[in-house]
């Protein structure tokens, strides 16, 4: 950069004087000149220059301005005058050099010279007028102890100077321009030209005007490269001959001598032409271009180095990248990330490339492998890591760090290392982690061709991807770590990086591939026992073969691995059961199997377990060697199941109850060494213990039945010491064929209970009554009861559950002989299924689904069966049978049996026997069974029917008592039961029973009188007194009724609110709609519901239940209720409903108007639970329930008007021929009770609404003072704002709430009559 000068003549010796002031004056400052070639206005903020007093201005500086110092006065000579003058004529000559002529004084300049014409001149003025008129501006005078006097002078330096440099850059742009215009004549000189260019750059940088000065080299260049052919003219040679270069060093050479005298080469003036740009961008801060230009200069000097020794070209490459990254840390970088990322990742650019280098200068100086370089293949590396350049070929190199690396290993991996560690800085610096990876991966390299192979782990473990996929890079490093991994013997985790590299083989060549396939079955054998999850195994198809002589599961693998590869064993685990607890495994395997690339059909079988059902194949283990590799098949998403039949050879095992006994049954298929039996009841306990009774041959051990060698089939009854629980049973065998142990489990439904139950009363001394009652879920017949010795005509038809058959005999003593034989329906339609499938599978040619099929054919019938219509039909009634989606052959059989049911003989079951000895007891008088309608209605008569059935000839009466029924007409009726001791003769009798509370009303109790006798009849059927309470129930029914009713009108609830809180005009129902659906979309009308459904569980359930409780407690004697006590019961229940749901109700106000409110100012809450939380925490307890007076009051208008009118309304719509009891009814009342409710409480709900959504700055102080408030501002109609959606919600409210009463009422005194064996008609 040219430098700038003032240069100072002081031959009076005034410069100590006035040095001081003149130098604190510098830098001149804002200067506007006219320069360059294009002559526009430039505007130099500063223009820094040094001084130089009585010396002359170096070679390579400009002078800015000439200042003479004079100081005369009267008394000096002429002689010293007259060399003032000549030196003043000289500089005026001199026009190129700007020139000032300053006169010091310490006062005004002195007269001189006699008095002509009454005038005296000063000296000044002489000065001025010997000099001449035309450079009289060129003399200034300066008082240096008066500011205006130095303000002047440096006035006038400012022109001279501004006047200098245009001058100067006037006579260079004319210069320029002429040489340029010669441009492609013979002759032209471009270093000449360059030269006189380059002066006015430097004198643009002087003055700080950098994209001036850059330009003009930009111009440089474009010239350079448009005459290629002309540059073999211009410059001696190449002539690389410099590796070390130091771009922003200009000076580091004569290059301007060169350039002058055209003796510089092609290699200098590349190197020295971008380095004045990058000096000049460096200053303008534009650190990109630096980046760029850089890299232009490396790539282009490197492409013209064809004749250059390749360890030159990559010294000096090297150097160039590492003196750029200097350049990028050294500079003063401005607080501005997109600036700083740009040169994070310029550095780490330029030091991979550096990198790069030191693999060419390590190889060619025997540094490094001579493969290094190609890196293709980490393990032909580390084979070939000894083969070095046997002469390396050491060129003398300047750079010294460099040339220290080249000449150790350990200083060569030093300075390796901190390239690859710098770059790897960067790039993390710049968010390039790919490229961070690659470095370090570099540094692994190193380390493996090194053979330190625990460095290199190091270095790779933290780069490799510990779950995913692997991409391109990530395969590479993990190569290299499996190589370091192999090399120390780490067995293991070398084994699970050769899997990932396997699945990842698309990015390996088929080499690679086959290499790694076979070091996956030797690290097999080599590494310990363990289990691994693998992705190198996949399961396909999965199917069973029914026509095997085993358990067999066909399973198709996927295999990844590129070659066949041997495996010892695959087995699969199938599942049976949900609960781990109970869970059965069967395992199913094939040994020594060859697995290819792709997919491949592997047979599993196992002969151990017998057991038939559905299984879910869990998972699928491979084992290579020591290692088993395991591959999910089932998860929590995606479930995969088969169907196994029992074992072809598995035995047949068959229970049968008998009374206080079990026959087991047992068919083999094959001889059977020995079996142990467990049998377990519906309760999981032990159906056979050291108390049973077993013939002789069998015994029982550990709750087990021990059967010794069966050859064929085999029947065993085994005495029971107890009764088993009923239901399915599951039976589980161990048996030995062969030597082999073999398992077998399996599950049925068996009825341990005995089906008939036989009970005897005394009729009269020498009269019994005898009865069989069916006892078991499926009907029964009664074939024969015999009665001491005395055989009794059969039944003919079935028994249902509860029906018996009943006779009278003669008999004496307290005890009786009876038994009976019957058969059961349930036995008849197993045998015959188990024949019909049989006949049908062995027809269609499958019968391996034999078994399966009974099950699930005897299944379906258990389930669909009709028993009444069974029974009157005398056949079997069931639907049809499904064909399920269980493969093509089991819907192909049971679409043959789809009308099983009329192939089925209903008579063709097993007959049981069943003998007993009981103690007579005496035999009620009647039987009485009793059924009625829903009892929900007070005050409503409701029908009730009493059936009364002698059970021996007697005259009765027959009377009812209730205290919460009126029974309509009287209170006591008589009936008279005919005579007939074998018909046992039987009444009805129908009254009408009038409810005296609300709620379920209890059975009233009967009371029957033999003749004129008190004796109470006993009876079974039905209970006379409700143990369970309903009113909870009730009040439960209403509270969901609310809940349900709720989640039809939030929405309307949210645009009331939204209504009520605002202010002034523009809140019509339109606009609030359209401000909701814009805010939220559609879901945005459900704001706040889960503290709506907080409120209804709270405030509903509350206010019903208080309501009906005083209700109860506030009837008359008589029942009866007037209006205005059903009003206070709503009042004080409202009341009761609103301090509850207070803290509920402030939760959903703010919920549903958070979405109106600037964003600053809303509170977010998440959800109703938080909403208090964050209420308590900020507000305190007391502000949960805030605005509970007008809450309150509200809710005591509105249960009030609404249930009491709800009943007033219906009442009166009774009263009319055109409504009854129904839905009809019901919505009419609740309409009507919504419309009175809505315009009652109107007004305290505006308030309350206002009152909740204030916050803790609240300008409302109470009920009246709020309600006053609202009133003067807004007017009397502000008091029903909201009235439109407040009604349109609340008359759906109303009206589905009780709806969903009546529905919730309706559905829970069914379920209650089905428990409490109570019929409703």
């Known amino acids: 950069m040219e430098r700038l000068w003032f240069s100072i003549t002081d031959e009076f010796g005034l410069w100590s004087q006035i040095s001081f002031e003149f130098e604190a004056r510098l830098p001149l400052r804002n200067l506007i000149w006219k320069g360059g070639i294009t002559q526009t206005a430039q505007f130099v903020s500063q223009l820094n220059a040094h001084v130089v007093v009585n010396e002359p201005v170096p070679e390579d500086a400009t002078s800015l301005l000439h200042i003479y110092l004079v100081a005369l006065n009267d008394s000096e000579s002429d002689t010293r005058k007259a060399e003032v003058r000549a030196r003043a004529k000289a500089w005026s000559i001199r026009q190129k050099s700007p020139w000032l002529i300053v006169l010091v004084t310490n006062s005004e300049p002195p007269t001189q010279g006699p008095k002509f014409l009454n005038m005296r001149t000063t000296l000044l003025d002489r000065l001025r007028s010997d000099i001449g008129r035309k450079d009289s501006d060129h003399v200034v005078h300066l008082q240096h102890k008066q500011v205006e006097s130095w303000n002047a002078l440096f006035l006038a330096i400012r022109d001279q100077t501004v006047q200098g440099l245009e001058a100067r850059t006037s006579v260079l742009g004319d210069e320029i321009r002429r040489m340029d215009a010669n441009r492609m004549l013979p002759g032209w000189n471009y270093c000449k030209f360059f030269v006189t260019k380059e002066r006015l750059a430097d004198l643009y940088a002087a003055l700080e005007l950098w994209d001036a000065a850059l330009a003009q080299y930009d111009e440089l260049e474009a010239v350079y490269e448009q005459l290629p052919q002309a540059q073999s003219a211009w410059f001696t040679e190449f002539g690389a001959s410099d590796d070390f270069t130091d771009l922003l060093n200009v000076h580091k050479k004569p290059y301007r001598q060169q350039l002058a005298r055209n003796t510089i080469t092609q290699f200098d003036f590349c190197v020295y032409l971008c380095g004045q740009q990058l000096r000049l961008l460096v200053e303008m801060k534009r650190y990109a271009e630096v980046v ?14 064809h004749n250059v020794s390749p360890m030159f070209r990559a010294a000096w490459t090297y150097s160039t990248c590492m003196n750029v990254v200097e350049i990028c840390e050294g500079v003063q970088l401005a607080q501005d990330d997109a600036t700083v990322r740009v040169l994070a990742v310029a550095k780490a650019e330029f030091l991979a490339s550096a990198r790069r280098q030191l693999d060419v200068l390590g190889t060619m100086c025997g540094r490094l492998p001579a493969g290094y370089l190609k890196r293709s293949n980490t393990r032909e590396l580390t084979q070939d890591s000894e083969s070095r350049a046997s002469e390396p070929n050491l060129e003398p190199i300047s750079n010294p760090v460099l040339a220290e690396a080249l000449a150790s290993d350990a200083r060569f991996d030093q300075v390796y290392v901190r390239t690859c560690e710098q770059a790897t800085q960067y790039y993390l610096d710049s968010g ?86 076979n070091m996956l079955e030797e690290l097999a054998h080599e590494v310990p026992v363990s289990q691994y999850s693998t992705v190198l195994f996949r ?36 599942v049976a059961g949900d609960n781990d607890a109970q869970q059965l495994e069967i395992v199913v395997d094939a040994h020594n199997v060859t697995l290819e690339p792709g997919s491949t059909r592997v047979a599993l079988t196992t002969d151990s ?45 068959e229970l049968r109850a008998c009374a206080n006994s079990l026959v087991v049954n047992i068919q083999p298929l094959v001889p059977i060494d020995s079996m142990r039996l467990w049998v377990h009841d519906a309760q999981s306990q032990s159906v056979f213990d050291d108390q049973c009774m077993v013939p002789e041959g069998y015994r029982v051990e550990d709750e087990a039945l021990v059967v010794e060698a069966v050859e064929s089939s085999a029947s065993v009854e085994i005495g029971l010491a107890r009764n088993p629980a009923s239901g399915s049973i599951t039976v589980y065998a161990e048996y030995a064929v062969d030597g082999d142990l073999r398992m077998l489990l399996d599950t049925d439904d068996i009825e341990f209970a005995m089906p008939v139950v036989l009970t005897a009363r005394k009729l009269s001394t020498h009269t019994l009554l005898v009865r069989a009652q069916c006892s078991a879920l499926a009907p029964v017949r009664v074939l024969e009861l015999c009665v001491c010795d005395v055989s009794i005509e059969p039944v003919a038809r079935f028994l249902q559950y509860g029906e018996s058959a009943t006779t009278v005999c003669e008999a004496e003593g307290d005890k009786a002989a009876i038994s009976v034989r019957f058969t059961m329906l349930m036995d008849a339609v197993r045998m015959c299924v188990y024949e019909l499938v049989a006949k049908a599978a062995s027809a269609l040619k499958l019968d391996a689904h034999t078994r399966y099929v009974q099950r699930v054919v005897l299944a379906h019938v258990r389930r669909t069966i009709d028993a009444q219509a069974t029974v009157c039909e005398s056949r079997l009634v069931c639907e049809p049978v499904p064909t399920l989606m269980c493969g093509r052959d089991v819907s192909r059989l049971l679409s043959a049996l789809l009308v099983v049911g009329a192939h089925i003989n209903l008579d063709s079951g097993p007959v049981h026997t069943h003998h007993t000895t009981l103690s007579v007891q005496s035999l009620p008088i009647v039987r009485v069974t009793v059924s009625a309608s829903q009892l929900c209605t007070v005050y409503e008569e409701t029908p009730f029917v009493v059936r009364v059935q002698a059970l021996c000839g007697k005259r009765l009466r027959v009377s009812l008592v209730s205290s919460q029924c009126m029974v309509a007409g009287a209170a006591t009726q008589q009936v008279t039961i005919a005579q007939d001791a074998e018909s046992m003769g039987s009444c009805e009798l129908r009254f009408g029973l009038v409810p005296l509370v609300v709620g379920f009303v209890p059975v009233p109790e009967i009371i029957c009188h033999e003749g004129g006798l008190d004796d109470q009849c006993e ?11 309903p009113s909870l129930c009730v009040v439960q029914n209403k509270r969901f009724a609310a809940c349900a009713a709720n989640f039809f009108t939030h929405p309307l609830d949210l645009l009331k609110v939204r209504q009520q809180t ?78 509850c749901g207070t803290p509920a109700d402030i939760v959903l106000v703010r919920l549903q108007n958070d979405g109106s409110l600037p964003l600053a100012q809303r509170r977010n809450y998440k959800h109703a639970i938080d909403g208090l939380v964050q209420i308590t925490r900020s507000e305190g307890p007391r502000g949960l329930f805030k605005g509970a007076v007008p809450n309150v009051s509200r809710a005591m208008l509105m249960t009030g008007a609404q249930l009491c009118s709800y009943d007033a309304f219906k009442d009166l719509l009774l009263s009319t021929p055109y409504f009854t009891n129904g839905l009809a009814l019901h919505f009419s009342a609740s309409l009507l009770s919504g419309f009175v409710a809505t315009t009652i409480t109107s007004p305290f709900d505006v308030v309350k609404t206002r009152v909740m959504n204030a916050g803790p700055t609240s300008p409302y102080r109470s009920l009246l003072q709020a309600m006053v408030l609202i009133v003067r501002e807004e007017g009397v109609r502000a008091l029903y704002k909201g009235w439109t959606p407040s009604f349109v919600r609340m008359a759906p409210q109303t009206v589905l709430t009780f709806i969903f009463l009546e529905q919730f009422r309706g559905l829970y005194w069914n379920s209650y009559a089905r428990h409490n064996c109570v019929k409703f008609e």
């Open 292 to 305: 760029q230009r850089a890299q232009r200069l490396i790539d282009g000097l490197g492409a013209k180095m």
């Open 1062 to 1139: 605002m202010k002034g005009t523009g809140n019509g129902l339109v606009h609030v709609v359209r401000g909701v659906f814009a805010e939220g979309g559609m879901l945005g009308f459900y704001n706040g519901m889960s503290a709506a459904v907080l409120r209804q569980m709270t405030y509903s359930m509350a206010r019903f239940a208080t309501y009906e409780e005083l209700k109860k407690r506030m009837s008359r004697e008589d029942g009866s209720l007037p209006f205005y006590r059903m009003a206070v019961a709503g009042i004080v229940a409202g009341a009761v409903g609103g301090i």
């Open 539 to 574: 399961v396909g198809d999965i199917a069973v073969d029914y026509d095997s002589e085993s358990i067999a599961v066909n399973i198709h693998v996927q295999s990844d691995v590129p070659a066949a590869l041997d495996v010892q064993r695959v087995e699969a685990v199938l």
């Open 432 to 517: 390039r982690k790919r490229f961070a990876q690659v470095m370090q991966g570099d540094i692994a390299q190193l380390h493996i061709c090194r053979e330190r192979w625990a460095n290199a782990i190091r270095v790779l473990r933290p780069l490799i991807p510990e779950t995913g996929d692997l991409n391109v890079m990530d395969v590479h490093l993990a190569e290299q770590q499996a190589v370091c991994e192999r090399r120390l013997g780490h067995t293991t985790t070398c084994l699970l990086l050769v899997q990932r590299l396997i699945f990842s083989a698309r990015f390996l060549d088929s080499s690679a591939q086959s290499s790694y396939a």
């Open 609 to 653: 377990v017998s057991c038939a059902g559905r299984f879910e194949v869990q998972s699928v283990h491979i084992f290579v060697g020591n290692v088993e590799f395991r591959i999910p098949v089932s998860n929590a998403n995606y479930r995969r199941f088969v169907r196994l039949n029992a074992h072809p050879a598995a035995p047949i095992i």
């Open 1019 to 1029: 009876w079974t059927r039905v209970p006379t007194q409700v143990t369970s309470s």
